[in-house]
């Protein structure tokens, strides 16, 4: 009964030092090359609140400044000068998934990736402008990065494609003391919040829908209790530890020279 006491209060103290797995995908062989296809889709697709740059480009130099900007010059400037507005070609998709567009008025994006609203308004547009050329960006695409890395940040995206250790590095990666096994991704899809945990340890994130990071996207990475007991340490708890150890090793010893004599 001793001997278990003993090595249970040894157990409690050492915990801590315990040896921890640093290595991103250590269960990858060294001596060969591990694949994985690209079966799924992880190009973005639109969401409510995303703000949108669309423009337009034809021939036309009045279908242009129409819908890029909103406004229809006169047919009698002899220049056809385009003025371009960023704001005003910037579109937010409102609480249910439309954009209000400039003569076609609103626009149902929420839930396509941008090839296929490409597809759409070009479908719309046709009977306006011959053979538009459109382009769409994301203007919102950006992650944040928080907890026990070493810059804790949101960045924006310009590459609209991002993956989660690239997300990581722009936060000068994890801390020693970051779960690397344990990473939270909260993410928002069709109004609804969801959480989900990954582990860097293991090559199976490489084909996780979580590798790849969408717009908005939060990443947490968790610390040790270790850095929890540190962080919440001052030096008046330091010392009642430590009086509580010494005054635990004092009783052992004492019921120990007890039962032998």
């Known amino acids: 009964m001793k001997k278990f006491f003993i090595v249970s209060v040894l157990s409690l103290l050492f915990s801590s030092c315990a040896q921890r797995n640093?290595?991103?995908?250590?269960?990858?062989?060294?001596?060969?090359?591990?694949?994985?296809?690209?079966?799924?889709?992880?190009?973005?697709?639109?969401?409510?609140?995303?703000?949108?740059?669309?423009?337009?480009?034809?021939?036309?130099?009045?279908s242009n400044m129409l819908f890029n900007v909103g406004v229809l010059m006169p047919s009698g400037d002899r220049n056809n000068t385009v003025v371009s507005n960023p704001i005003n070609e910037n579109y937010l998709v409102d609480k249910s998934g439309n954009i209000n567009y400039p003569v076609i008025g609103l626009i149902k994006l929420e839930g396509l990736t941008k090839q296929e609203a490409i597809n759409k308004m070009a479908g719309l547009l046709n009977e306006y402008v011959k053979d538009p050329i459109i382009n769409i960006r994301f203007m919102n695409f950006k992650v944040t990065v928080i907890g026990e890395v070493q810059r804790p940040n949101s960045f924006v995206i310009p590459t609209e494609k991002i993956t989660v250790l690239e997300a990581l590095g722009l936060a000068g990666d994890m801390t020693a003391y970051g779960k690397r096994e344990n990473v939270l991704v909260i993410r928002e899809i069709d109004g609804v919040r969801t959480a989900s945990r990954i582990n860097l340890n293991e090559k199976g994130v490489l084909n996780s829908p979580y590798y790849y990071l969408q717009q908005n996207d939060i990443v947490y990475v968790e610390p040790y209790k270790t850095k929890a007991i540190q962080a919440d340490a001052n030096p008046q708890k330091i010392a009642v530890i430590l009086a509580a150890i010494n005054l635990t090793i004092v009783v052992l010893f004492q019921l120990r020279w007890l039962n032998n004599n």
């Open 22 to 62: 640093l290595v991103y995908f250590s269960d990858i062989d060294p001596y060969s090359d591990f694949t994985v296809p690209l079966s799924q889709s992880n190009e973005p697709r639109i969401q409510i609140d995303d703000l949108l740059s669309i423009t337009v480009t034809s021939l036309n130099a009045e």
